[in-house]
């Protein structure tokens, strides 16, 4: 082929691989061992690896080009202030569907009907409750990333139809959302959704150390004994370095962890166990 | 081809301080010598082959005084033992040195007279146990009659000259069956013997040592530390098979829950150091180093509050060290591996990985 020849001539329709037209040297095939074909995956001729699967040499950017610029004379504006901010503020459901024609006995394709329903959770008004029930009854259909719900209906004959149930399934998953059942109060530490340090076991269980240690220790931290003898355990929490320690655990288990976070971690840790470095410690380490 | 390339002159990498209480910041990336006798004594069991193989070709025990080693050692020295033991957990990437910290600091325990409850690996019980009996204490618990005999020697082989020592007694009366039972009074060696000669309660045995040592350890004097490599391994998946496709529960075996009772707060006088490795876990949940995924929920909820410390690769400064160790130790034999080039590239090999350092310098 010629280098100046337009593809979009050669090729101008999807076609099965011909060896001959398409001019570039490519191998398509697995190769076992060393003895067979040399060692080297077989070349593009008599190629039936090459002749099965589909290829889109009638889809290259020059072809595409082409087709748009046909298509353009029946394409009117668009909206001069139109921006995507203000197409997501306006328009926030957006609803794919798919039009089919074949060439067989029948016109129609039955995979018209599918409907793809997308829409931002954020667009919907929900308190931190709703939003965690709705993330919880939808599971996959909710992507964390893109903070998008995803409904495919298919499930009915027509079109119609399945567009319908999309958008009754966005109420319907909306307002259950909206209402708190009388079981949702049986959730346990494991079903928490976020790490908060007042409704875990291991903040009793530090309260119960420290209380342990500040009535039992002949020497406890300067912090512990500070504080008056007839105080409950509870009001340990309030203290300084608890609270640190309370950040540091969010923080570890909220968020993805790191060695930045084990780090404040261990830092609170050694302050409430009054392991902390001294400043001329900190000096040493520093000039080694 | 690499013709006459400029040799790297080896700077100083040893110091010559063999007692670990004695080393400082200023030690960092030096090797020190431990000698023979204590690595036959107390370190060997919690070594990895590897590196007694190179004990063997070295002809010396050298371990590199690194900074976690140092930071644990300055924690202990100065921590305050009228609290419950202050909880330590080495963490870090396969090959960075995390057995070799733990070493460092039992050497260091071993110096200064402490009792040393020593758990080399609890993976392998979890993992490669057989012999396997239901327990005589608690029903539904399990024992590892094997594994719990050879501790017991371990044990006393590590703390020989301490035990002799304190003399330590039992507090209370243990009764093993109508007939055998253990007075108040009686040496706590009995209770070892007892445990080594007849392993049917030789795990009942390992709970009874560690009971007597966490009540005795602030009012005899002593302190104890409990040093195990992998604790992940405690609240971890075993593959002891009960019946098929039934894998035998963690919790359910007797020696494992009894050295999880040391790490309650209802003594004191003591530490806890111990690492968390991805090889006490199977291929499967291997994905991440730090504690919180490798202890679990449940371990770390058991472990928490901790100081975790962490052990990183070799700085530029212990990795040149390193490679002077090893060109002295002729470990690396070729011409090319002593000169700057073959060092530089040993470092690019080795990604600063100290483990992987070893093995590429292994052909060179």
């Not at chain 1, 129609?108 to 793809?116: E, L, Y």
């Not at chain 1, 964390?144 to 319907?172: G, S, W």
């Not at chain 1, 020497?219 to 320690?245: F, G, H, K, T, W």
């Not at chain 2, 009659?145 to 017991?152: E, G, R, T, V």
Request: hydrophobic residues 35%; charged residues 30%; contains cysteine.
């Amino acid at each position: 082929m010629a280098v100046d020849q337009d593809w979009t001539n050669v090729w101008p329709a999807a076609a099965t691989f011909k060896p001959s037209v398409v001019p570039l040297p490519v191998r398509q095939g697995y190769i076992k061992n060393k003895s067979e074909n040399d060692g080297v995956p077989p070349v593009k001729h008599g190629n039936a690896e090459l002749m099965k699967i589909p290829n889109f040499f009638h889809l290259t950017p020059a072809h595409i080009k082409k087709q748009c610029a046909a298509i353009k004379k029946f394409c009117t504006k668009w909206p001069e202030n139109l921006s995507e901010e203000l197409c997501d503020k306006l328009f926030p459901v957006e609803i794919a569907t798919s039009n089919y024609l074949r060439s067989g006995s029948s016109l129609r394709d039955f995979k018209a009907r599918v409907v793809t329903l997308k829409v931002k959770l954020s667009v919907l008004d929900l308190d931190d409750h709703g939003r965690d029930k709705m993330k919880r009854l939808l599971k996959r259909r909710y992507d964390e990333k893109t903070d998008t719900i995803t409904f495919v209906a298919h499930r009915c004959p027509l079109r119609k139809q399945n567009y319908d149930y999309a958008m009754y399934l966005l109420t319907a998953a909306y307002f259950e959302s909206c209402k708190t059942e009388s079981w949702e109060s049986d959730k346990t530490e494991e079903d928490m959704e976020t790490y908060l340090w007042e409704k875990t076991r291991a903040r009793k269980k530090l309260l119960q150390l420290l209380d342990r240690i500040r009535k039992t220790s002949e020497d406890p931290p300067s912090y512990l004994r500070n504080m008056p003898e007839e105080l409950p355990e509870e009001s340990i929490a309030e203290l300084e370095c608890v609270q640190d320690y309370k950040k540091a655990m969010t923080e570890m288990h909220n968020s993805q962890e790191s060695l930045n976070s084990i780090e404040r971690y261990k830092e609170s840790v050694k302050r409430i166990l009054g392991l902390e470095s001294t400043e001329d410690e900190k000096k040493e380490s520093r000039v080694c | 081809m690499v013709e006459s390339q400029p040799k790297h002159t080896a700077g100083n990498f040893r110091t010559d301080k063999d007692n670990p209480a004695d080393h400082t910041e200023k030690d960092k990336g030096l090797f020190y010598t431990i000698p023979h006798k204590i690595v036959d004594d107390i370190l060997k069991e919690g070594l990895h082959s590897m590196y007694k193989q190179q004990i063997k070709a070295f002809t010396e025990t050298c371990v590199m005084v690194r900074e976690p080693a140092l930071e644990i050692m300055s924690c202990l020295k100065k921590a305050n033992y009228s609290l419950p033991p202050v909880k330590y957990l080495i963490y870090g990437e396969n090959g960075s040195g995390k057995t070799m910290t733990l070493a460092h600091v039992l050497h260091y325990c071993a110096v200064e007279k402490w009792m040393l409850v020593h758990v080399p690996w609890p993976a392998f019980w979890n993992l490669f146990t057989t012999e396997m009996s239901a327990s005589v204490w608690k029903p539904g618990r399990v024992d590892f009659p094997l594994a719990a005999d050879s501790w017991l020697k371990h044990f006393r082989q590590q703390n020989r000259a301490l035990l002799e020592q304190l003399q330590l007694k039992t507090s209370q009366k243990y009764v093993w069956t109508k007939r055998e039972s253990l007075q108040p009074g009686e040496p706590l060696t009995e209770v070892i013997e007892h445990g080594i000669s007849r392993n049917k309660f030789s795990s009942d045995c390992v709970g009874v040592v560690l009971k007597e040592i966490r009540q005795q350890a602030a009012t005899k004097g002593f302190k104890a530390v409990m040093v195990v490599d992998g604790i992940n391994a405690f609240w971890g998946p075993t593959r002891v098979r009960l019946i098929p496709k039934k894998y035998l529960h963690v919790g359910n075996i007797s020696l494992v829950h009894n050295f999880k009772k040391m790490l309650q707060p209802d003594w004191t006088n003591g530490a806890i150091v111990a690492s968390v490795d991805q090889m006490a876990h199977p291929p499967a949940q291997r994905k991440n180093y730090t504690p919180k995924y490798l202890l679990g929920k449940w371990g770390f909820e058991t472990f928490d509050p901790f100081v975790p410390v962490f052990v990183d690769k070799y700085s530029k400064k212990e990795i040149n060290r390193c490679i002077d160790y090893y060109i002295d130790r002729k470990w690396i034999q070729t011409e090319n591996g002593q000169t700057l080039e073959g060092r530089k590239e040993l470092i690019f090999l080795s990604n600063m990985n100290p483990f992987q350092l070893y093995q590429a310098c292994a052909s060179w």
